[in-house]
């Protein structure tokens, strides 16, 4: 079956330092792959995605490319705020469910500090 | 535009108990979908609704929860009864169409002691 596989958290980093949280998938044919944020008490954000190999999806300065031949999206960002604190889910979904359900990773909590 | 609202925020029953979730999707969305969120995991998929037909409830155990979506519209997930291991934030999620992904609801934290 499908599955994604995140770095553990918790992620700690200073404000303005390089971010990245590793994202790898197993799935049958060929997934959409996408990113979403949770901030504390809220649900969850769709950050970005990307439908086919090579794309980069990109948002709010966060960056993610799928690679299908490491099946890796590994999300970036250049310089991280403490607005940034969050836990980030990667997901998929694939063919066989026509698109239409995600799977998800167990998340990797983010904390920025000034 | 709105977004998906649930209620209630949060929930303590006592095991063997009942409860039940509500969840009003964002207007026009004809797909609306439960997840369940245990502390540490990611989101689970419970069921998905197409309209007011059930689409995919493969992950749904049965014996205990159950969920509908009358008139293609709002929708209602009820535990009975509950189990310490039900403990979890229950998303509700809608779409228009998956290309454009979900928009998900707040949840309800349900605590079972």
């Known amino acids: 079956g499908d599955s994604v596989t995140q770095m553990e958290g918790p992620v700690t980093l200073s404000e303005e330092a390089f971010l990245t949280i590793n994202c790898t998938y197993t799935?049958?044919?060929?997934?959409?792959l996408f990113w979403y944020v949770q901030y504390p008490g809220e649900g969850l954000q769709l950050l970005l995605k990307a439908t086919k190999a090579d794309d980069k999806g990109s948002n709010k300065g966060f960056e993610a490319t799928y690679r299908k031949e490491t099946t890796s999206f590994h999300l970036e960002k250049g310089s991280v705020q403490v607005s940034d604190s969050a836990v980030y889910f990667c997901?998929?979904?694939?063919?066989?469910?026509?698109?239409?359900?995600?799977?998800f990773g167990k998340g990797t909590m983010l904390l920025v500090s000034p | 535009e709105a977004g998906v609202a649930q209620s209630p925020r949060y929930k303590i029953i006592e095991k063997r108990q009942s409860v039940a979730f509500w969840c009003n999707p964002i207007?026009?969305?004809?797909?609306l979908y439960w997840y369940q969120q245990i502390l540490g995991q990611g989101p689970k998929l419970l069921i998905q609704f197409q309209n007011n037909g059930v689409v995919d409830d493969s992950q749904l155990p049965k014996d205990r929860f159950s969920a509908e979506r009358l008139k293609g519209v709002d929708s209602t997930l009820k535990i009975q009864p509950a189990k310490l291991e039900d403990s979890a934030v229950y998303l509700c999620?809608?779409?228009?169409?998956?290309?454009?992904?979900?928009?998900f609801g707040s949840g309800t934290r349900l605590t079972v002691v």
């Open positions: 207007s026009g969305h004809a797909t």
């Open positions: 997901a998929l979904s694939d063919r066989d469910s026509g698109y239409s359900t995600l799977t």
């Open positions: 799935a049958t044919g060929y997934p959409s």
């Open positions: 999620a809608s779409s228009l169409s998956p290309l454009y992904g979900y928009t």
